[in-house]
C-alpha cells in the first residue's frame, strides 16, 4: 500500500470517526431528555425540564437549563447585533477608502 493510499484510508477513518462521535453525543442528550421527562411525569414534578424556554412580554425569554433559570432580554441581544454590523460597517467602508486612495496614489 502506497502512501497516498493509506492517507485515503487515514482521512476516510477520521471521517468516519467524527461521524459516530457526534451520533454518540446526539443520541446521548436525547437520551437525557427523553429520561428527565418520563421521570418528571411518574414522579408528578411539573417543574421545568432539562432544558426549556418560557417566553415573557416584550421580548424577553427565561431559558431553563438542568433546574437554573435565566433570564434573556432579546432586545439587548439586537442592539449588541446591531452595533456590531454597524462596526463592520465602518471598517470595511475604511478598508475601501484605503485601497481607492492607495490605487489612486499608483495610478499618479
Known sequence: ???????????????YF??????????LIFGLIAVDFEIRGMLGIDEYSL??????ENGQYIVHIMGESHLVDMSKIQDQINKRFAEFGEVTYNIKKFIENKWQKVLQ
Do not use: N, T, W
Open 1 to 15: 500500500m502506497s502512501r497516498v493510499e493509506r492517507k485515503k484510508v487515514e482521512k476516510k477513518s477520521k471521517k
Open 18 to 27: 467524527k461521524i459516530c462521535l457526534f451520533a454518540q453525543i446526539i443520541l
Open 51 to 56: 432544558i426549556g424556554y418560557k417566553q415573557l
